[in-house]
């Protein structure tokens, strides 16, 4: 076996078998479970909210009482003196003060703590029937008018292409489900690059700081030495995005003939899925993996004690989350914003931004090709530039912080090719 394989594979076994490495693995999966439990648990032991009603209204009042939900129930209160006695003493959870004499009908929320937003919200719509109603009375109008009038507008978004003679034609818009799985990538390459850029900028930086470099590269060339470590970190990633696959794979085989699984795919076949968008957006998250990998291991090389690291991994997570907000943020409300339109172009965001926009389709294949190819070469030139300056600083040791050793390691790298 080569050294490169063997420094790889030390570095592969030595992270896969800690137990850091086991919890990353584990904590999605806990969390799934502690989010299932949970919520089975909540069907079977919340208790009813009963709500306390005063109104002005008694006729209404007793129409809402009869009237079940599964948050919640009306109780009639005599008088909003006794709501605040009973909710003081805990007979209820809330009361609601409502008020139909004027045109408008008024309703007001009393509570010491929040219902939760969606009992909340199902008070909103009810108030909104209820003033509906009122209206119509008013208005003579019957329930089928009513109806009529709080019918919504039927809207409909066909996509279009030109056929070489001019001619449009009509075709599937797939740009929903692109769109969540564009965000579902973008969150993963995030959450990687958070996690693995401090632990390839530890790797790099680990043996520089225990001043045993001088016995390594007695045995192996300096570069050599650099891409092993980088591989070997690179492939954990990999490993844990395989068993996450694995994972996915097993539980949609188990869960897939699920009424609520069946609901969310209904309608979706292999051409919404497979096709240029899926391939591209794969091809720019294992791009972005590998630039920022490669960043991270640049940055980890040119600090001279390992609990540099920290502060050395900073400004890789800056960048990170300027090409993770500007995607999210812009790529769903104003695609067709310059800023997204430069900013997809541009090495190290472009991973997270150009998979948003072919989502949306607002870029050919041929601008996601050119923006392929930049980033493709800029990670080329990166990762030699990065191997070549391990080399020049393995051995310098400064205490000026990252950019005064970017520095002299470059000036390094100078006299070096003025020797050569």
């Known amino acids: 076996m080569s050294k490169f394989w063997i420094i790889a594979s030390d570095v592969y076994k030595k992270n896969v078998k800690s137990a850091s490495f086991v919890i990353m693995i584990l904590v999605p999966f806990i969390v799934m479970g502690i989010i299932y439990a949970a919520g089975s648990l909540a069907g079977g032991f919340s208790e009813e909210t009963k709500v306390g009603l005063v109104s002005d209204n008694q006729e209404l009042a007793s129409q809402l009482a009869k009237s079940k939900t599964e948050d919640y129930t009306f109780k009639i209160v005599s008088s909003q003196k006794e709501a605040e006695k009973q909710l003081k ?55 089928d008018q009513l109806a009529s009038l709080s019918q919504p507008a039927n809207f409909e978004k066909t996509k279009v292409s030109f056929d070489d003679k001019g001619k449009m ?17 973008t969150i993963i390459l995030w959450v990687i690059i958070i996690t693995y850029a401090s632990i390839i900028a530890q790797e790099i930086a680990s043996e520089k700081g225990t001043r045993i470099m001088e016995v390594i590269l007695s045995s192996t060339k300096a570069q050599t030495h650099f891409y092993g470590k980088l591989t070997g970190v690179i492939l954990v990633a990999l490993t844990q995005i395989v068993i996450y696959a694995a994972a996915f794979g097993i539980g949609y085989s188990q869960l897939k003939n699920l009424d609520m699984v069946k609901g969310l795919l209904e309608g979706l076949s292999s051409t919404n899925i497979l096709g240029s968008f899926l391939y591209f957006t794969l091809i720019f998250f294992v791009l972005g993996v590998l630039v920022y ?41 104003d695609p067709q914003n310059i800023v997204i339109k430069v900013s997809s172009y541009i090495p190290l965001i472009s991973s997270f931004i150009m998979p948003i926009r072919l ?49 002299q390691s470059i000036s390094i790298l100078r006299n070096e090719r003025k020797k050569q």
């Not at 989350?321 to 995607?327: R, V």
């Not at 190819?373 to 070549?388: D, E, G, N, R, Y």
């Open 293 to 333: 990998s490669v960043l991270a291991a640049l940055c980890g090389s040119l600090v001279s004690k390992p609990e540099d690291t920290a502060k050395a991994v900073q400004p890789i997570i800056y960048i990170a989350m300027i090409g993770y907000f500007i995607g999210i943020s812009l790529g769903t409300t």
């Open 169 to 185: 034609m009509t075709g599937e818009d797939n740009t929903g489900i692109q769109s969540a799985m564009s965000f579902v990538i």
């Open 89 to 143: 003493e805990k007979d209820i959870e809330a009361f609601l003060v409502l008020n139909t004499e004027s045109e408008q009908v008024q309703g007001k929320l009393y509570a010491e703590s929040s219902l939760g937003t969606m009992t909340e919200m199902m008070m909103s719509q009810m108030l909104n029937g209820l003033q509906s109603s009122l209206s119509a009375s008013k208005l003579n109008l019957t329930a």
């Open 359 to 407: 989502a949306s389709e607002t870029v050919t294949n041929t601008g996601a090709m050119i923006s392929v190819l930049i980033l493709a070469v800029f990670c080329v030139l990166l990762t030699m530039f990065s191997a070549k300056l391990y080399k020049s600083n393995v051995l310098v040791y400064s205490e000026g912080g990252v950019m005064k050793s970017l520095k």
